[in-house]
Every structure is written in C-alpha cells, then in structure tokens.
C-alpha cells in the first residue's frame, strides 16, 4: 500500500509541477516564443518590471492599485494557493522532508527558480512578493499535510486500541 501512495503521489507531483511551470513560466507564450527566450532570441516585449522590495507588490495590490478586485485576488491568492500543492505533496514522496523547515527550505527554492528563470529568460518580472506569498502558502500546505497524517495516525491508534480491546475481552470470557 505505501509503494502504490508513494508511486502515486510522485505522478500527481510530476504533473503538479507540469501545471505549476504552465502558469507561472509559459501562461502568455506560444511554442516559438519559449524556444526563443531558451535560446536568447526573443525579439518580442519583455517583463522589465522586477522587484527586490519585500512587501511593494503585496502593498500595491492591496491598499494602492486602481485595478479589479479580480486582478487584486488573481494576483495575491493565485501565488499563495498555487504552491500548497507543492508542500502538501512534499511529504508524500519523501520522508525526509517530513520536518517543518525541510518543507519552507523546499518551497522557498522551488519559487526562488521559478522567479530565477523569469529574470534570466526573461519569461516574467522577478518578484521578491512571489517569494513571500510562495513561502506561506508552503506554510499553509505543511499545516494542512500535517494535520492529515496526525488524524490518519489517531485513527490508526484508536483502531489498534479498540483490536486490542476486543481481544483482551474475548481472551477474559
């Protein structure tokens, strides 16, 4: 049963992270235009509009921008819910990445090289906002993980516990 949970969650994980690299890297770009970003070649706009200010974007969206409450909860939520995945599935596939800080160091990292690869090719703006927001929602994923696996092990042990009962009152008559 553990090898067919861990073979699984390493698909759902593949594909997670197919979709992750859809939308955050690939959302507004055709076959050719990737190729060119690889390959330096890209003759079309770019996203110049990087920021290493934490909280600026956070705060624009928030309290100072003009835009759609759309856009506001696309921006700001869709980064918070696009990595619970991520720190949910984490712990799944491995079991060294059991422990709280194991899991943030992950999705820390995983967001780091996707904003790495939008400043680099050029594929989006890095934003140092995504990071924060990628990292909480790790947060948010490890909590919701962890609470599963306590109530799956309670579950277990109230089980065991009532075999154990049922066994010793049928031993005792």
Same mark, same amino acid.
């Given at each position: ?43 079309? *706009?770019?996203?110049? @509009? ?7 974007? =956070?705060?624009?969206?928030?309290? %100072?921008?003009? +835009? $759609? ?60 906002? *995504?990071?924060?927001? @990628? ?7 490890? =909590?919701?993980?962890?609470?599963? %696996?306590?109530? +799956? $092990? ?20």
């Amino acid at each position: 049963m553990r090898v067919i949970i861990k073979v699984i969650s390493l698909v759902v994980m593949f594909l997670y992270l197919l979709v992750l690299s859809k939308l955050i890297l690939f959302k507004y770009l055709t076959m050719p235009d990737i190729i060119s970003h690889f390959t330096f070649n890209y003759d079309g *706009d770019y996203w110049n @509009n990087h920021n290493f200010i934490p909280f600026k974007t =956070i705060i624009f969206y928030l309290f %100072l921008a003009d +835009i $759609n409450f759309n856009i506001r909860v696309e921006n700001l939520v869709g980064n918070i819910i696009g990595f619970a995945p991520f720190a949910f599935i984490l712990p799944l596939v491995s079991k060294r990445f059991r422990l709280f800080k194991k899991v943030i160091i992950a999705t820390f990292c995983l967001s780091l090289t996707f904003e790495l690869i939008q400043f680099v090719f050029k594929f989006g703006s890095f934003d140092v906002d *995504d990071l924060i927001l @990628n990292t909480i929602c790790g947060i948010l994923g490890y =909590i919701s993980i962890h609470a599963v %696996l306590l109530l +799956i $092990n309670n579950i277990k042990a109230k089980n065991r516990v009532e075999i154990l009962n049922y066994l010793t009152s049928r031993h005792d008559n």
